[in-house]
């Protein structure tokens, strides 16, 4: 499974993660690597600092970030081995706040291919 953090202003903002925040999720990602579910796992930068590549047949158009509404941003991601969707909502509902206001995860599977 992706699951995706969903960007905020305030994560897109310059300034250091929340330390609390960020201890919160080290001991989440301790359980989730415990459990044997953790793959990977990593933040972006913000969207100002990259671009989108928009294709129209032949055509594209790049346009610099960062990029709006926030709630369509991502800040980060988890990919992990886990048995279904229900799995992944499980453990997701046990996170904490990866924000220090509110936000949202999407979770996403993977398309399975031999």
């Known amino acids: 499974m992706l699951v995706l953090v969903k960007a905020t202003d305030a994560s897109e903002g310059a300034g250091p993660s ?3 925040t960020m201890e919160a999720m080290g001991r989440f990602n301790a359980e989730l690597r415990a459990a044997g579910i953790l793959r990977l ?3 972006f930068k913000p969207s100002s600092a990259g671009a989108r590549v928009a294709f129209d047949g032949a055509d594209r158009t790049v346009t610099p970030g960062p990029f709006a509404p926030a709630g369509e941003r991502v800040a980060g ?3 992990w ?7 992944a909502v499980s453990w997701v509902k046990r996170c904490p706040n990866p924000m220090p206001a ?3 995860i999407e979770i996403r ?3 399975v291919r031999a």
């Open 102 to 104: 509110p936000s949202g």
């Open 77 to 79: 991601f988890w990919i």
């Open 109 to 111: 599977p993977f398309n």
């Open 81 to 87: 081995e886990v048995r279904d969707l229900e799995e």
């Open 18 to 20: 929340d330390p609390a």
């Open 41 to 43: 796992a990593d933040g």
